[in-house]
């Protein structure tokens, strides 16, 4: 151990690297002055408590793990980062915090004493038993409403706190591009501005709360061949500069402090291993200055898939060269492997030294080097009485995480994302008393709400005995409950991915003897192989899981009128049933209220005002594009053959009560500087006795450019929420920035010249088309740019 001078003195005396008040450079040179090698790269990893491969509890996907050392080795030389200590096995969270309260007081007594960063999976809520579970991402895109889900992931955030944890691997900013992607539930959607502003809005939210956010996965890993898991992505560079990789320029803007790696390969070179990728563009073209982590397994896969490295210690030198800092979930290459490198000179020091600054300078951020910091997470300290919202809502303590606030929220996204698709003859809202036939596999199923980082669905298949931890009412409970008074008769006719004809016939009996048959269907997430939709459950074609499409033919022959309810996880092809439903409605995993909300909907005490995040294609899908296309991708006398025209588009969502489109205008004389600003106002007025809200949808449309550029692209999405007789006017200043392209130069340009605004309720909707010219000298820009427009209302 280095000799300290007393210049490395802080106040009072105490060590200069646990002084809170002096500058964190200074205070991480002194920790670093302080630490052997083998202390510095224990810094670059983390351990994965409890993940014993052997005994088959981890959780899917990490049976790669290797067995563990004995603790007291593991944690010999200090530890960089403690994995999953509440989302790897059903714990309870109280008495969990104290295990980690344990855990971190024996590193500290280790090695240089520095804490671990604990970090937990927090896609849709904390994976953790007990802990409220949120409406998948893609509802999170289907809401428009980026302040909805800032909210949820400050009560996402400051859960987490509560629990000692430090970082969250969320949000997943991968722009979807092929729906038999079976990771397509966990994306945001398919245009990169919305997955932009919902993405960043995450970020926001959880980022203020002090737990750092981990974005992911960086970059491509969305457009991989066929729509297969981990397989190669074959893109141009202007592809993912102006797709792919826009939302996590946003999300830096919004104060990420961590990225990580996507598993697969850009052109052949994997993302782990690719320095232009992680620190020529992360860090040299963003300014990114805080932690890259590898996905889990990542850098060992360079090894054992991706074959560009012979050896654990050549993955490690390739992984570090390349910009990773920390190696998740254990220390499989940044171990002894690292240590190997190093002696052999394939990996020089610097490099150590360049990733253990960063590490520790987050963890000078977090508090965790300040003299007075806590081992004891806060929930330790907190009151197991019954909070005074619970009482009120007449709720008893049950889990300590899943209160009243968080139930509520919850409930808020997941009304605000369904989607109505269909609504034939007003088959919605369902009249009140009506004969109900609730079948489908969904129906009565509780962790029908959920996506695949949902604790249940990610972890508890593995515990079938424990039950869910939170109180969950399925559609079928929320309709016999419902206040409506529905005489309600239920039968399963099929699971999701089987089922028989008698089951089948089961149900078309009891839709024949009802007023509406409401059909529940969709997908079970899980991962790889253990559901229709997850990670590692892609698919070859869009056709509903199962015999789900044969029970709905036999409810249709019955000649009653069926309403579908999709629990999904993508949109599938309906083209062949929709024409004969009279309604479809579209939950994408609406989460722990999402029972409810439904019914809320179904009887029409909640407006639908859910929009397509992802479109529904139309008949022999094998191949879906998203709206993205430019004009040779969309059906054309060259290819008569293939019909790209979607059956329900994206941004499409209907109401019960539309609001009216009373104008739409662009301000100034038609022109638009390319330095400035155009501005668009939407008049809406609801004539109706209820509220309604509606998202106005502004699509970029370039007429003439350097290169191929898709139809349309969104640029400005504000939702309008209206009372009762209320009218109001959105005022969008578009920059002239949220126009640029990457040119033929490879830079990203602001051209001169004509373009339009399509302006409508959905990218084929569209109410009002303004042409503008863009005016003055093209422009580069860059990282700097403008993402989002400025949005204001004026009221009457």
């Known amino acids: 151990m280095t000799t300290v001078a007393k210049s490395t003195e802080g106040a009072a005396g105490t060590k200069l690297w646990r002084d809170a008040s002096a500058p964190a450079d200074d205070r991480v040179r002194d920790l670093m002055s302080r630490m052997s090698l083998r202390e510095k790269v224990a810094q670059l990893s983390g351990i994965w408590v409890g993940a014993d491969p052997t005994d088959g509890q981890v959780a899917p996907q990490h049976e790669s793990a290797p067995k563990p050392a004995p603790w007291p080795d593991l944690i010999r030389h200090g530890v960089g980062q403690m994995t999953r200590l509440y989302g790897t096995a059903p714990v309870d969270p109280v008495a969990e915090a104290q295990v980690v309260a344990a855990t971190q007081r024996q590193i500290t007594a280790t090695g240089p004493g520095i804490p671990a960063i604990v970090h937990e999976e927090c896609l849709t809520g904390l994976a953790a038993w007990q802990a409220p579970i949120y409406p998948a991402p893609l509802s999170w895109g289907a809401s428009f409403d980026p302040d909805l889900v800032r909210r949820m992931a400050v009560q996402i955030g400051s859960t987490m706190r509560r629990l000692g944890i430090h970082q969250g691997l969320a949000p997943v900013l991968d722009v979807t591009r092929d729906l038999r992607w079976g990771r397509t539930e966990e994306t945001i959607a398919e245009d990169p501005y919305l997955v932009s502003t919902i993405g960043a809005a995450y970020v926001s939210g959880l980022e203020s709360t002090g737990v750092v956010a981990t974005v992911k996965h960086f970059a491509g890993y969305s457009t991989s061949r066929a729509g297969r898991n981990l397989a190669p992505v074959s893109i141009g560079p202007r592809e993912l500069a102006d797709v792919i990789l826009p ?135 907190e009151s197991e009485a019954v909070t005074k919202a619970d009482a009120q ?203 409810g909300a439904i019914a809320d909907v179904l009887a029409g005490r909640t407006e639908p005002a859910g929009r397509l995040p992802v479109g529904f294609p139309a008949e022999g899908a094998n191949q879906p594009s998203t709206y993205l296309a430019a004009a040779l991708g969309r059906q054309n006398v060259l290819s008569p053959m293939v019909d790209q025209t979607a059956l329900f588009p994206f941004g499409h969502g209907l109401s019960y009560n539309p609001a009216v489109w009373a104008r739409v205008e662009s301000t100034g004389s038609g022109t638009w500087p390319t330095d400035g600003t155009c501005r668009v106002a939407v008049t809406l007025r609801n004539t109706g006795t209820t509220a309604t809200s509606e998202v106005v949808q502004i699509y970029l449309h370039d007429l003439v450019a350097e290169v191929a550029r898709p139809v349309q692209l969104l640029v400005a999405a504000p939702r309008v929420d209206l009372a009762p007789g209320a009218t109001r006017t959105v005022l969008v200043d578009l920059h002239a920035d949220q126009t640029s392209y990457t040119g033929l130069a490879g830079r990203r340009i602001v051209d001169p010249g004509d373009v339009e605004l399509w302006v409508g309720a959905s990218s084929t909707d569209i109410r009002t088309t303004l042409p503008v010219r863009l005016t003055g000298p093209r422009r580069e820009v860059g990282f700097d740019r403008r993402f989002q427009p400025e949005v204001s209302f004026v009221e009457g």
């Not at 990225?259 to 390969?265: L, R």
């Not at 390349?322 to 499989?332: H, K, Y």
Request: proline share 5%; glycine share 10%.
């Open 247 to 381: 939302p996590f320029e946003a999300a830096l803007r919004a104060g990420v402090r961590s990225v990580m790696n996507s598993y697969t390969d850009l052109d052949g070179v994997p993302s782990a291993a690719d320095a232009s990728l992680l620190t020529e563009r992360l860090r040299g073209t963003y300014g990114f200055t805080g932690t890259v982590v590898s996905d889990y397994f990542a850098i060992p896969f360079l090894e054992t898939w991706h074959k560009t490295a012979g050896s654990s210690s050549e993955a490690a030198a390739q992984a570090l060269a390349a910009g990773i800092d920390v190696e998740l979930p254990n220390a499989d290459c940044y171990g002894a492997p690292l240590l190997e490198a190093v002696e052999s000179g394939l990996v020089d020091l610097a490099l150590i030294d360049r990733a253990v600054e960063r590490v520790l300078t987050q963890k000078c951020q977090l508090g965790l080097l300040d003299a007075n910091w806590s081992p004891q997470p806060p929930i330790l300290g």
């Open 393 to 595: 809502a007449g709720r008893t303590a049950g889990s300590p995480l899943d209160d009243a606030s968080t139930r509520a929220l919850a409930a808020a996204l997941a009304r605000r994302s369904i989607v109505l698709l269909r609504n034939e003859a007003a088959a919605l809202p369902l009249a009140a008393g009506a004969r109900l036939a609730v079948v489908g596999p969904r129906a009565n199923v509780a962790d029908a709400m959920f996506g695949c980082y949902s604790f249940p669905r990610h972890v508890g298949l593995r515990h079938p005995d424990v039950p869910l931890g939170i109180e969950v009412e399925t559609v079928l409970d929320a309709l016999r409950q419902d206040s409506a008074g529905y005489a309600v008769t239920f039968a399963e006719g099929c699971t999701v991915t089987g089922g028989d004809a008698e089951t089948v016939a089961e149900a078309a009996a009891a839709a024949r003897e009802a007023d509406v048959c409401v059909a529940v269907l969709g997908d079970t997430a899980g991962l790889f192989g253990t559901g229709t939709s997850g990670e590692g459950c892609d698919v070859t074609d869009l056709r509903l899981p199962g015999r789900q499409g044969d029970l709905l033919d036999a409810l249709i022959a019955t000649g009653t009128p069926v309403v579908v309810v999709l629990l999904v996880g993508r949109p599938y092809e309906l083209s062949r049933y929709a024409d004969r439903l009279a309604g479809i409605v579209c939950a994408f995993f609406p989460g722990e209220e999402g029972g």
